[in-house]
């Protein structure tokens, strides 16, 4: 019997252990796959040869690895260089397999590591060690293509969502002498999807959020304004939420028209200070603002129960997907019904997945450009239901933690001709 | 049978609600108050007759409302003045008690609401309508002296303590390739406790926070930047959690500071983006801060069950009082063991409360000045202890609404003289 690695990458997300556990799980019940390894800190992990025996964790072990946020194993951010422009990250990648006898690899991550994925089992054939390698989805962004949702997007989601609910009638109850307005900064750079599921908190007309700012709408400063005037005068106050990345009309994100406009580095704050400063200063309304940063993405204690089934089937039929030798493979979501929520796996081929990003469509967007559509509430609204506690002990929730045992090396270390390639990117 | 006004004062809590519910369960079990009456945005609900009858709220919506967080009747921020300086918003509560037969009157808040419990109920004497005044405690910044806590802190302290846990696993799990260090701002411009709650996150000598920045401790730069440097060094990241009061060693606060060095008011970021720019610059690491702002005090998701358990029976407890003809009370925490915690509720008198505000002693506070001490760690663990999650629908939790039915007015509008002193404050 051959051996499994599996491997992080990128941004963690709330669930993407839970994906770990359905690989190492679904390995062993397979009874074809000897040893499931873990990489320590993701492909760089692989290449130092830095690896975790997941042999001894026993049941409980999987279960609290199940409830912890943020990846475990470790990850990183680490492009590989094309396979024509230097094959040496890839030779190194498959002298590592060989000699811990590893058939199988399990890459989790989000678009970027779905293209190494993809470029290390081609490298593999031409190299001439074939390996059957399988992506496993995961980002909060929402942005892979050809999925219904990306595990990890379900339970950010529904953290936002709460905190916004949560927010709003804070700031209604001490709206009649102190704050009219608040704020809620999200992630998303790009796509608009955790900004959109914050408006699942509006249940009737006048609750907040009452704004919603998309990246992929344009922030018009004079409508926004008016929206927020017309909100308070009418509601007594107005709660919103924002995407790090709006952008204004020319397509530069406020945030950095921000930095530009103040002397300098000296702007530190993110886009959600800065509306508050514009509603302060041109609206005179006292307003506070919250940015949530890796709180929403690591808000285990508050994950959505779909988003963890989901991260753990797409692990499991990542190991099924593998077994039937079908590599280059991304296990995705499919939508069979909207209400009740009904879905299954399907293998998409990698090469579709890293064809590009997803974006909130207009259609999910209300006419206003500032609030969901019915359409977009439909589509958003099962992906955070249920709950899934992790454990708490003395009153705080409880994570797995890494043993501290490394698989003794059988290799030279390997002094990586690209270190300095290594991305520190956000 | 006489009638009772509950009311709320000031920033609003995770738990304040659950006071309310006590109120209003402990009123109509005694057989001895007739209605319950809420004042619709605290004092100046009162002063303009905007009041609420609690007698519709049947069992579970008592439940729904116990477990709903911020001021679920509204509050204000609205400073009496004294009785002998001008004596008419006095006269007019007076007025409205009378109008509508209330004999009791409840007020729910902190440090300041205290105070106006007190001259209410001795305005009360003076001007011949004697009612019978009970404070009810409640305060996230647990400031208030006399009692083991406040109630609505555990709540607060609890999701600060798990985000910071949260928050510091996906550092570490990043921390090879991207961030080094994380900094969270919670609430606390004068006392520290919900920073030194974060500490109950590290569990083990190398757990986030790594540093916890009291306000009652100078701000060190040489020494805070050097202790960032060692803790990357030697544990591969570093977490921190800052009370958005942080002081420099004249006593400023950072963020004041901040403002000032920058151009006027171009500074918007709390002092978590201003620690974060100042340990890039200093030091070269990349930096993610979070600002949780409201988040932290209306997170009724994940409240304490022994913060709600006690607020709860503070409201009970003033009932009691109340019936027992104990005005000028609060009832407070009595703590009467560590492990396990055990407490019971004692009448403290509102001139003793007023006396000052409290701090988190020096002794619970490490030796460095940066870390919670054992004795600081042994009060604060039981304050967070156990779980009392809110009802759930379609993924999130689902509150209370107040009623749009107001009682009946009986009395001219009231031009309040004071109008220009309601107070704006954070």
């Known amino acids: 019997m051959k051996n499994a690695l599996y491997a992080q990458a990128g941004g963690p997300s709330a669930v993407i252990n839970a994906s770990a556990a359905g690989v190492i799980r679904a390995c062993r019940r397979s009874g074809q796959i000897d040893t499931v390894f873990g990489a320590h800190f993701g492909v760089l992990g692989a290449l130092n040869e830095n690896l975790i025996?997941?042999?001894?964790?026993d049941d409980a072990t999987l279960e609290l690895l199940k409830a912890t946020p943020a990846a475990a194993f470790g990850a990183c951010r680490h492009v590989l260089h094309d396979l024509a422009d230097d094959p040496r990250e890839y030779q190194r990648l498959i002298d590592v397999f060989a000699a811990h006898d590893i058939?199988?690899?399990f890459y989790n991550g989000g678009g970027g590591s779905a293209h190494a994925c993809q470029a290390i089992a081609q490298a593999s054939r031409r190299l001439g060690y074939p390996i059957v390698a399988v992506h496993v989805p995961k980002t909060i962004d929402n942005d892979l293509?050809?999925?219904?949702?990306?595990p990890g997007f379900g339970s950010a989601a529904k953290y936002v969502a709460t905190s916004i609910r949560e927010a709003s009638i804070d700031l209604a109850s001490m709206s009649h002498t102190s704050s009219k307005v608040f704020i809620l900064?999200?992630?998303?750079?790009?796509?608009?999807?955790?900004?959109?599921?914050?408006?699942?908190?509006?249940?009737?007309?006048?609750?907040?959020p009452h704004l919603l700012l998309f990246p992929e709408i344009p922030f018009d400063e004079t409508q926004f304004l008016h929206q927020v005037k017309e909100t308070?005068?009418?509601?007594?106050?107005?709660?919103?939420?924002?995407?790090?990345?709006?952008?204004?009309?020319?397509?530069?994100?406020?945030?950095?028209?921000?930095?530009?406009?103040?002397?300098?580095?000296?702007?530190?704050?993110?886009?959600?200070?800065?509306?508050?400063?514009?509603?302060t200063q041109q609206l005179g309304y006292k307003c506070h603002w919250a940015v949530a940063d890796y709180l929403q993405r690591a808000a285990r204690h508050l994950a959505s129960a779909t988003d963890v089934a989901q991260a753990y089937a797409v692990g499991e039929a990542a190991v099924a997907m593998a077994l039937d030798g079908r590599h280059g493979l991304m296990p995705a979501i499919r939508r069979l019904s909207d209400v009740p929520y009904r879905w299954d796996i399907v293998g998409v081929p990698l090469d579709d997945i890293i064809q590009g990003d997803r974006f909130v469509p207009r259609e999910f967007i209300s006419a206003s450009g500032l609030h969901l559509s019915e359409a977009g509430r439909r589509y958003l609204a099962p992906l955070i239901a249920g709950e899934d506690a992790p454990l708490f002990k003395h009153g705080l929730p409880q994570y797995f933690r890494l043993p501290h045992d490394r698989v003794p090396k059988k290799?030279?270390?390997?002094?990586?001709?690209?270190?300095?390639?290594v991305q520190c990117q956000v």
Chains 1, 2 share one sequence.
């Open 185 to 208: 900064e999200t992630m998303g750079r790009y796509a608009g999807w955790l900004v959109g599921a914050c408006g699942l908190a509006t249940e009737h007309p006048n609750d907040g």
């Open 411 to 421: 290799l030279p270390p390997f002094q990586s001709p690209l270190t300095s390639r």
């Open 232 to 279: 308070v005068e009418r509601v007594g106050y107005c709660a919103i939420a924002v995407a790090e990345g709006l952008r204004d009309q020319t397509g530069n994100t406020l945030h950095a028209t921000g930095q530009k406009d103040a002397a300098g580095d000296r702007q530190l704050g993110g886009v959600a200070p800065l509306l508050a400063h514009m509603v």
């Open 145 to 150: 293509l050809h999925t219904d949702c990306s």
């Open 53 to 57: 025996d997941t042999s001894p964790f």
């Open 103 to 105: 058939a199988y690899f």
